[in-house]
């Protein structure tokens, strides 16, 4: 499933929750957020954007196949997640803790 109809799908789910639960809205949809934006970018069909970018590679001559996408892409996406989780770790404890 593609990361934007998900994420449009998810939305309303989030907003339940938050108003049958006494979670704060914010760190919901940081987690939306981080997870349709970088968890696309590991293989070449994760993201729209992977796949106009291998297109226009195409058209310039420029083979890129899904396996040599996945040797960079995935482990890039492995490190961003790591950031964006060290990011909400940070805005869970310190951010929304306060409110």
């Known amino acids: 499933i593609d990361n934007i109809p998900f994420t449009a799908a998810i939305i309303p ?3 339940q929750i938050v108003e049958e639960t006494s979670l704060p809205l914010e760190p919901l949809v940081y987690a939306l ?3 349709a ?3 696309g970018n590991g293989t070449l069909i994760g993201a729209s954007a992977n796949v106009v970018a ?3 590679a195409e058209e310039k001559g420029y083979k890129i196949s899904f396996f040599e996408f996945a040797k960079i892409g ?3 996406m492995i490190l961003t997640v790591i950031v964006a989780n060290y990011i909400f770790a940070y805005l869970s404890l310190f951010d929304w803790m306060g409110q």
């Open 54 to 56: 291998v297109g226009i």
């Open 37 to 39: 934006c970088l968890g």
């Open 13 to 15: 789910v989030i907003s």
């Open 74 to 76: 995935f482990p890039v």
């Open 33 to 35: 957020a981080f997870g």
